[in-house]
């Protein structure tokens, strides 16, 4: 009798294992996000350099060689600033409504742009990608994975680039804002050009961290301007630079 309640335990046991193993499958199985342990919040630190100045040039000495990249929840806010805060620019990029902030800051003066896809499409205009080449090529940053990509470029005056993507970093379409929309990953080496001027980024820190919601506002004291009106104050600004 006894030798027969242990087989019948023995049964229920195993049987209760199956059904318990199979629910937890079709519970976990179902969302792969509950496994899914990529940096999904945190700073990006980057280094700025300008290839075509002059590094001992009095424009490349005042220009930003740092950038600051916060993200969450799909959603990043660069900036960038120089002169010791007296220029701060920064985009807020939301992946979700595909809406871009430019704001920037000069001495006192505080002035902001939105932009929505169609019109950033517009500012990018002649540094577009076409195409990109896989190399299969792949380097360290960081700790992070990163793949190489060959850019190519609408305007065949400017040389093809190569840029580094990890997929490491969970962010959905974060390149939307950037010539690069469809290189399928997080950029943290790259080149492109702003304002007439190409500029490279390579990524030298990256932390996780909590990330304040209220970043990704527009905050209250800018005062929302045409994209024009920046795009002068910055062109007045290098004039003065370079004259």
């Known amino acids: 009798m006894l030798q027969g309640s242990n087989i019948f335990y023995s049964q229920h046991f195993s049987f209760r294992s199956v059904i318990l193993i199979a629910s937890l499958f079709i519970l976990f199985g179902c969302n792969s996000s509950l496994f899914d342990t990529r940096i999904?919040?945190?700073?990006?630190?980057?280094?700025?350099?300008?290839?075509?100045?002059?590094?001992?040039?009095?424009?490349?000495n005042l220009l930003p060689n740092t950038m600051t990249l916060k993200f969450k929840d799909n959603s990043f806010c660069s900036e960038l600033s120089a002169g010791m805060g007296m220029f701060k620019t920064s985009f807020i990029a939301k992946s979700k409504d595909?809406?871009?902030?430019?704001?920037?800051?000069?001495?006192?003066?505080?002035?902001?742009?939105?932009?929505?896809?169609?019109?950033?499409?517009?500012?990018?205009?002649?540094?577009?990608m076409t195409k990109y080449d896989e190399t299969g090529e792949t380097?360290?940053?960081?700790?992070?994975?990163?793949?190489?990509?060959?850019?190519?470029?609408?305007?065949?005056?400017?040389?093809?680039v190569d840029v580094f993507y990890t997929n490491d970093i969970k962010f959905e379409d974060p390149n939307w804002s950037l010539p690069f929309a469809t290189i399928p990953g997080f950029l943290l080496e790259y080149e492109m050009q702003r304002m007439g001027i190409r500029m490279k980024f390579t990524a030298t820190e990256i932390i996780e961290e909590d990330i304040d919601d209220s970043l990704f506002e527009l905050p209250d004291e800018y005062e929302l301007v045409p994209y024009e009106d920046i795009k002068k104050e910055i062109d007045s600004l290098f004039e003065t630079f370079e004259s």
Not at 139 to 160: E, S
Request: charged share 25%; hydrophobic share 35%.
């Open 139 to 160: 380097k360290d940053i960081l700790g992070y994975k990163t793949k190489k990509a060959v850019v190519h470029f609408n305007d065949t005056d400017l040389p093809q």
């Open 40 to 60: 999904s919040e945190g700073t990006i630190t980057y280094s700025v350099s300008y290839p075509d100045l002059d590094p001992d040039g009095l424009l490349a």
């Open 98 to 128: 595909h809406m871009l902030i430019n704001t920037l800051k000069l001495a006192n003066k505080k002035i902001a742009t939105i932009m929505d896809q169609k019109f950033v499409d517009q500012t990018n205009e002649g540094f577009v």
